[in-house]
T-cell receptor, first 113, second 110 residues
Framework: SAVISQKPSRDICQRGTSLTIQCQVD?????MFWYRQQPGQSLTLIAT?????????ESGFVIDKFPISRPNLTFSTLTVSNMSPEDSSIYLC??????????FGPGTRLTVL | RKEVEQDPGPFNVPEGATVAFNCTYS??????FFWYRQDCRKEPKLLMS???SGNEDGRFTAQLNRASQYISLLIRDSKLSDSATYLC???????????FGTGTRLQVFP
C-alpha cells in the first residue's frame, strides 16, 4: 500500500481564518479523496480530487468552503475556509489502491476556537 | 434509513472469546465491501475485503449475503490488540465512493 503523509498533523485556529492541509503520497495515484470525521462520528466524503480536473464535491460540501488543489499525481491540498467551531474535525486524505480499496493518511486534527 | 448500519457496541469480551459483528447496507447495487479497523485517534486501516464466497484471514472471517444485504465479521480467539472500532464499508454501483458505517467498538479485556 502507498505511504501517505499529511501536514499539519494538528492545528488550533481562530474562527474566520483558513487552513490548508497537505497530502503527499509516495507513488503516483489517479484518485485522491478528502474525508471529514467529526467527533464520535464515522467518515464523510468531502470530495474526490482528480489530477487535471476540478474536484468533485459531495452533497453538502462546496468549493468556496473547501477548495481543493491537485497539481500532480502525488500531491493534493484541502483548504478549510472561513472556519467556524463546527469545522472542528479530523480531516483525512486517502488514495485509491485498486479494487476500490482505499488507504488513508494519518489525518489532520483541527480545532477551531 | 442509513446507507450502512452497524451496532455501535461497545462489545466487551474477554481474551480468547469469539465475537461477531454485523452490518446491513441499503443499496442492493453495492459492488465492493470491506471491513476497516480504526484505533483510537488513528486513521482507518483496511482489515479485509469481503467477497461473495466469504474469506478468511487468520483469526478473521468475513461473509457477505447479497440477498439479505448483510455483511459479517467474525473474530476468533480475541486478543487485547484487537480492541478498536471496526468500520463496515461499501461502495455504490459503478463508483469509487466509499460509504462508511458508524463503526462497532470492540474492547477485549484480560
Amino acid at each position: 500500500s502507498a505511504v501517505i503523509s499529511q501536514k499539519p498533523s494538528r492545528d488550533i485556529c481562530q474562527r474566520g481564518t483558513s487552513l490548508t492541509i497537505q497530502c503527499q503520497v509516495d507513488s503516483q495515484v489517479t484518485m485522491m479523496f478528502w474525508y471529514r470525521q467529526q467527533p464520535g462520528q464515522s467518515l464523510t466524503l468531502i470530495a474526490t480530487a482528480n489530477q487535471g480536473s476540478e474536484a468533485t464535491y459531495e452533497s453538502g460540501f462546496v468549493i468556496d468552503k473547501f477548495p481543493i488543489s491537485r497539481p500532480n499525481l502525488t500531491f493534493s491540498t484541502l483548504t478549510v475556509s472561513n472556519m467556524s467551531p463546527e469545522d472542528s474535525s479530523i480531516y483525512l486524505c486517502s488514495v485509491d489502491g485498486g479494487f476500490n480499496e482505499q488507504f488513508f493518511g494519518p489525518g489532520t486534527r483541527l480545532t477551531v476556537l | 434509513r442509513k446507507e450502512v448500519e452497524q451496532d455501535p457496541g461497545p462489545f466487551n469480551v474477554p481474551e480468547g472469546a469469539t465475537v461477531a459483528f454485523n452490518c446491513t447496507y441499503s443499496n442492493s447495487a453495492s459492488q465492493s465491501f470491506f471491513w476497516y479497523r480504526q484505533d483510537c485517534r488513528k486513521e482507518p486501516k483496511l482489515l479485509m475485503s469481503v467477497y461473495s464466497s466469504g474469506n478468511e484471514d487468520g483469526r478473521f472471517t468475513a461473509q457477505l449475503n447479497r440477498a439479505s444485504q448483510y455483511i459479517s465479521l467474525l473474530i476468533r480467539d480475541s486478543k487485547l490488540s484487537d480492541s478498536a472500532t471496526y468500520l463496515c464499508v461499501v461502495t455504490a454501483y459503478n463508483t469509487d465512493k466509499l460509504i462508511f458505517g458508524t463503526g462497532t467498538r470492540l474492547q477485549v479485556f484480560p
